[in-house]
């Protein structure tokens, strides 16, 4: 029996535009495709870059949303593991070509033929629809009206502690204590980590310290970061302004690395013979793959760790979207279509 759809959405019709209602007529759900009803969905930076084109692949019109918690209404007729009425999350990709060496070997975030999950209709929505191989199951466990933004965020700053064994013994510091950075702390603690935040206030100090940061240092103080000369083992930056990259170079023990998840617009500048003579390193990562989202919705439901967010309905999309510029959010906004 085919299965027909029409998704009700919020989408923009161009770059920059409002959100408007709109309809998308689906055909016949794919052998391997799964279709969900959408309960929560994240708002996420990223969905405003894509919006507003920033990053000059936008695909209009654009139903985003990429931080996906839906139950389950059909599955295509090869899908035999997930069933009806099971609540799962989508992310950042909706879909994986399955046969490249590196989806082979496990790294399907990595795949050059990877949908988007905002290019191919997302989570602003009624409904969506998205390969198999690309859904985690929502545990026991974890909260799935905060679930969202783990599919993210979440997984965006959990990812190098799977890939660069970041240790229970290491030092860890986290550079922006926002939608990213307030989970990094919260994993890191649990991960068992020496964690600092640098901080720029007083008040976001408190904060930090509250999200599970042991100690701070002050960004905006050179001394300050100075005094930390040789202290860490892995710094994560989250944020998208350029910084005095070799102050913070500096900070990293001998084989430290410094690792990017928060995109910069503009090249980063610093100096070679710190990182050389130290064996230092400087890497970045997107978000990981399904398999990588499973162990970190476990180790989640585990530690009870969950996003710090705030709730809209779907129907005030707009002003979740200016809550979004305002820079006021804390931490990150979920769009709701439950009750």
Same mark, same amino acid.
């Not at 923009?12 to 689906?26: I, R, T």
């Not at 901080?199 to 970061?225: C, F, M, Q, V, Y």
């Not at 890497?283 to 009870?304: D, I, R, V, W």
């Given at each position: 029996?085919?299965?027909?759809?029409?998704?009700?959405?919020?989408?923009?019709?161009?770059?920059?535009?409002?959100?408007?209602?709109?309809?998308?007529?689906?055909?016949?759900?794919?052998?391997?495709?799964?279709?969900?009803?959408?309960?929560?969905?994240?708002?996420?930076?990223?969905?405003?870059?894509?919006?507003?084109?920033?990053?000059?692949?936008?695909?209009?019109?654009?139903?985003?949303?990429?931080?996906? &918690?839906?139950?389950?209404?059909?599955?295509?007729?090869?899908?035999?593991?997930?069933?009806?009425?099971?609540?799962?999350?989508?992310?950042?990709?909706?879909?994986?070509?399955?046969?490249?060496?590196?989806?082979?070997?496990?790294?399907?975030?990595?795949?050059?033929?990877?949908?988007?999950?905002?290019?191919?209709?997302?989570?602003?929505?009624?409904?969506?629809?998205?390969?198999?191989?690309?859904?985690?199951?929502?545990?026991?466990?974890?909260?799935?009206?905060?679930?969202?933004?783990?599919?993210?965020?979440?997984?965006?700053?959990?990812?190098?502690?799977?890939?660069?064994?970041?240790?229970?013994?290491?030092?860890?510091?986290?550079?922006?204590?926002?939608?990213?950075?307030?989970?990094?702390?919260?994993?890191?603690?649990?991960?068992?980590?020496?964690?600092?935040?640098?901080?720029?206030?007083?008040?976001?100090?408190?904060?930090?310290?509250?999200?599970?940061?042991?100690?701070?240092?002050?960004?905006?103080?050179?001394?300050?970061?100075?005094?930390?000369?040789?202290?860490?083992?892995?710094?994560?930056?989250?944020?998208?302004?350029?910084?005095?990259?070799?102050?913070?170079?500096?900070?990293?023990?001998?084989?430290?690395?410094?690792?990017?998840?928060?995109?910069?617009?503009?090249? &980063?500048?610093?100096?070679?013979?710190?990182?050389?003579?130290?064996?230092?390193?400087?890497?970045?990562?997107?978000?990981?793959?399904?398999?990588?989202?499973?162990?970190?919705?476990?180790?989640?439901?585990?530690?009870?760790?969950?996003?710090?967010?705030?709730?809209?309905?779907?129907?005030?999309?707009?002003?979740?979207?200016?809550?979004?510029?305002?820079?006021?959010?804390?931490?990150? &906004?979920?769009?709701?279509?439950?009750?």
């Amino acid at each position: 029996m085919s299965i027909v759809s029409t998704i009700n959405a919020y989408a923009v019709l161009e770059a920059g535009g409002p959100f408007k209602s709109y309809q998308l007529e689906l055909g016949e759900l794919g052998a391997t495709e799964v279709e969900l009803e959408i309960m929560y969905c994240g708002i996420c930076h990223s969905d405003l870059s894509m919006i507003e084109n920033e990053w000059g692949n936008g695909q209009y019109p654009m139903i985003a949303g990429h931080e996906i &918690i839906g139950r389950i209404t059909a599955v295509g007729e090869q899908v035999t593991h997930l069933k009806k009425e099971t609540v799962v999350g989508l992310g950042w990709n909706s879909g994986y070509c399955k046969t490249c060496h590196t989806c082979r070997t496990g790294d399907f975030n990595l795949c050059k033929e990877a949908k988007f999950t905002i290019l191919t209709n997302g989570g602003f929505a009624d409904k969506v629809r998205a390969d198999v191989s690309s859904l985690v199951v929502i545990p026991d466990g974890v909260d799935p009206v905060s679930a969202g933004p783990l599919l993210c965020a979440g997984i965006t700053v959990f990812n190098p502690l799977v890939q660069f064994d970041v240790k229970p013994t290491d030092k860890v510091a986290v550079i922006g204590i926002g939608g990213l950075g307030h989970l990094a702390l919260k994993f890191f603690n649990a991960w068992g980590c020496e964690v600092t935040a640098f901080t720029s206030s007083e008040e976001k100090r408190k904060e930090a310290l509250s999200l599970g940061a042991h100690k701070t240092l002050n960004s905006r103080d050179p001394l300050d970061i100075e005094a930390a000369t040789t202290n860490f083992d892995f710094i994560l930056s989250t944020v998208n302004a350029n910084l005095d990259w070799d102050l913070y170079i500096q900070t990293l023990k001998p084989r430290g690395r410094l690792h990017f998840v928060g995109t910069v617009p503009n090249p &980063i500048q610093f100096t070679l013979f710190p990182l050389i003579f130290f064996q230092r390193s400087i890497s970045a990562s997107p978000a990981g793959s399904p398999g990588t989202m499973e162990t970190m919705l476990e180790f989640a439901a585990h530690h009870q760790i969950r996003p710090e967010v705030e709730i809209f309905p779907m129907s005030q999309i707009e002003a979740a979207f200016e809550h979004l510029r305002s820079g006021k959010a804390r931490y990150r &906004i979920v769009l709701s279509r439950e009750g």
